[in-house]
C-alpha cells in the first residue's frame, strides 16, 4: 500500500539556524499536505501543494513539490523556538486515504 | 479551536474491556476520518466515513468498528482491549468526501490508557 516516509524523524537545531525536511512517497501523489502539531495538541494544517514542482511560502517556511510528485520538502529558515512540534506530511495517492508520515519532531534550543 | 469535539479526553480502562469514543464534527462538514496517534508511528489511518457511509479503510484492526450516525456525529468502538490499543485516537473532518484536495480539522483527541 502506499507509504509516505519523512526524514529525518528527529531535529534538534540552535535557535536561528535553517534546516530542511524531507517526506518522500512510495507512490505518485495527487496532492500533498503538512500539518504542524504542538506538544500536547492537534494536527494543524499548514499548507497544500498541487502541482509538480510548486513552491509555496508561508512566512519563514518554504514548502516545494517534487517534479515527479512524490516528493517534497519544508524549509525553515531562522528557526524560532515557536516553530518547536512535530510536522507532518499527508499525501493521497489513487485513493480517498490520506496517509501521513511518521512525522519529524523538531525541538529548538534557544 | 477546530470546531471538532472528541469525547472523552481521557479514558482508563483495563484489558479485555470495550470503549466508545465519540466525535462530532465541525458544522457542514460531511467526512469523518480516525486516526491512531502510538508513540513514534506517526498517525495511522484508521477509517474514514461521508454522509453515514463507510469511504475508505485503512489499519483498523478487527477488534475495531466504528459507524457515522444521520446527525453526522462518529463513534469509533474499541473492544477487547489490549494494552498495545494505548494510544491517542483522534478524529478529524472535512467538508466533503475528500476526494479532492480538502484539509482536515482535527479535533483534540482521546487519549486511551489500556492498564
Known amino acids: 500500500g502506499q507509504q509516505v516516509m519523512q526524514i529525518p524523524q528527529y531535529q534538534h537545531v540552535q535557535e536561528g539556524e535553517d534546516f530542511t525536511t524531507y517526506c518522500n512517497s512510495s507512490?505518485?501523489?495527487?496532492?500533498i499536505q503538512w500539518y504542524k502539531q504542538r506538544p500536547g495538541g492537534h494536527p494543524v494544517f499548514l499548507i497544500q501543494?498541487?502541482?509538480?514542482?510548486e513552491v509555496k511560502k508561508q512566512k519563514r517556511l518554504t514548502f516545494q513539490f517534487g517534479e515527479a510528485k512524490k516528493n517534497s520538502s519544508l524549509h525553515i529558515t531562522a528557526t524560532q523556538t515557536t516553530d518547536v512540534g512535530t510536522y507532518f506530511c499527508a499525501g493521497r495517492g489513487g485513493s480517498e486515504k490520506l496517509v501521513f508520515g511518521k512525522g519529524m519532531k523538531l525541538t529548538v534550543n534557544p | 479551536d477546530s470546531g471538532v469535539t472528541q469525547t472523552p479526553k481521557h479514558l482508563i480502562t483495563a484489558t479485555g474491556q470495550r470503549v466508545t469514543l465519540r466525535c462530532s464534527p465541525r458544522?457542514?462538514?460531511?467526512?469523518v476520518y480516525w486516526y491512531q496517534q502510538s508513540l513514534d508511528q506517526g498517525l495511522q489511518f484508521l477509517i474514514q466515513y461521508y454522509n453515514g457511509e463507510e469511504r475508505a479503510k485503512g489499519n483498523i484492526l478487527e477488534r475495531f468498528s466504528a459507524q457515522q450516525f444521520p446527525d453526522l456525529h462518529s463513534e469509533l468502538n474499541l473492544s477487547s482491549l489490549e494494552l498495545g490499543d494505548s494510544a491517542l485516537y483522534f478524529c478529524?473532518?472535512?467538508?466533503?468526501?475528500?476526494?479532492?484536495?480538502?484539509?482536515?480539522?482535527f479535533g483534540s483527541g482521546t487519549q486511551l490508557s489500556v492498564l
Open positions: 478529524a473532518s472535512s467538508p466533503r468526501t475528500g476526494t479532492g484536495s480538502e484539509k482536515l480539522f
Open positions: 458544522s457542514g462538514d460531511l467526512s
Open positions: 501543494l498541487v502541482k509538480s514542482g
Open positions: 507512490t505518485t501523489l495527487s496532492n
